[in-house]
T-cell receptor
C-alpha cells in the first residue's frame, strides 16, 4: 500500500520564479494538507483541500495557492519566490470522516530559492 | 490560539538510557495529541497518539500520557537505542482548529553507542 508520494524531491529555483509541487495521497484518503517546514523548526500549516476546494488556510500570503484533482491528488503553487520560501514542503493526507486520525506525511520536497 | 511547547534541545543520551521529552500545550476544549518522529532526510512519521484525557499512547517502546490537568503529553522510553536518533515533534489538533495540526519546535535526540 503506497503512502503519500511527493514530487520532485529536490528543487532549486531563482527569486521571482514560480514553482509547482505535487502530492498523491495515501490510498483511501480524501483530504490533503500542505505544511512548510523551515530548517530547524516545526511544520507550519499552509492549507487543506477536500472535495477539490480549499477548506482551511494558515497564515500564508496569496502567493501560495493550491489545487486538488478528482483523484484526490494535489498541487501547491508558489509565485514570486522569495529567499524565505526555502524550506521542506510536506504533504499530508487523511480521511475527512476520522477526526482523531493522525495524518500520513510524505517525505517532502526540499525547495531552495537562490 | 493553539500552541505547543517542547523542551529545549538537543538531547544527547547513551544507549539504554531513559528518555523524557517534555511537551505542554495550550488549546481550547479537548484536543487530540500526537508525537511524530522525523529521521534525517525524511518526512514525518506518526509515533503515537492520544485522543482524550488519561489516554496513554504507545508504540515501539515509546509512551506518552494525555494529562489534561497539567496540559502535558510527555514522551518517554525506558531504554533508547542508537536507531532512535531523530527529531521528535509534539503536535495537537484542537476542536476549534478544524483539521490543522499545530506542531512544537521539535527536539533533536542523539543516542550514542
Amino acid at each position: 500500500d503506497a503512502g503519500v508520494t511527493q514530487s520532485p524531491t529536490h528543487l532549486i529555483k531563482t527569486r521571482g520564479q514560480q514553482v509547482t509541487l505535487r502530492c498523491s495521497p495515501k490510498s483511501g484518503h480524501d483530504t490533503v494538507s500542505w505544511y512548510q517546514q523551515a530548517l530547524g523548526q516545526g511544520p507550519q500549516f499552509i492549507f487543506q483541500y477536500y472535495e477539490e476546494e480549499e477548506r482551511q488556510r494558515g497564515n500564508f500570503p496569496d502567493r501560495f495557492s493550491g489545487h486538488q484533482f478528482p483523484n484526490y491528488s494535489s498541487e501547491l503553487n508558489v509565485n514570486a519566490l522569495l529567499l524565505g520560501d526555502s524550506a521542506l514542503y510536506l504533504c499530508a493526507s487523511s480521511l475527512a470522516q476520522v477526526r482523531s486520525y493522525g495524518y500520513t506525511f510524505g517525505s517532502g520536497t526540499r525547495l531552495t530559492v537562490v | 490560539g493553539d500552541s505547543v511547547t517542547q523542551m529545549e534541545g538537543p538531547v544527547t543520551l547513551s544507549e539504554e538510557a531513559f528518555l523524557t521529552i517534555n511537551c505542554t500545550y495550550t488549546a481550547t476544549g479537548y484536543p487530540s495529541l500526537f508525537w511524530y518522529v522525523q529521521y534525517p532526510g525524511e518526512g514525518l512519521q506518526l509515533l503515537l497518539k492520544a485522543t482524550k484525557a488519561d489516554d496513554k499512547g504507545s508504540n515501539k517502546g515509546f509512551e506518552a500520557t494525555y494529562r489534561k490537568e497539567t496540559t502535558s503529553f510527555h514522551l518517554e522510553k525506558g531504554s533508547v537505542q542508537v536507531s532512535d536518533s531523530a527529531v521528535y515533534f509534539c503536535a495537537l489538533r484542537s476542536e476549534t482548529s478544524g483539521s490543522r495540526l499545530t506542531f512544537g519546535e521539535g527536539t533533536q535526540l542523539t543516542v550514542n553507542p
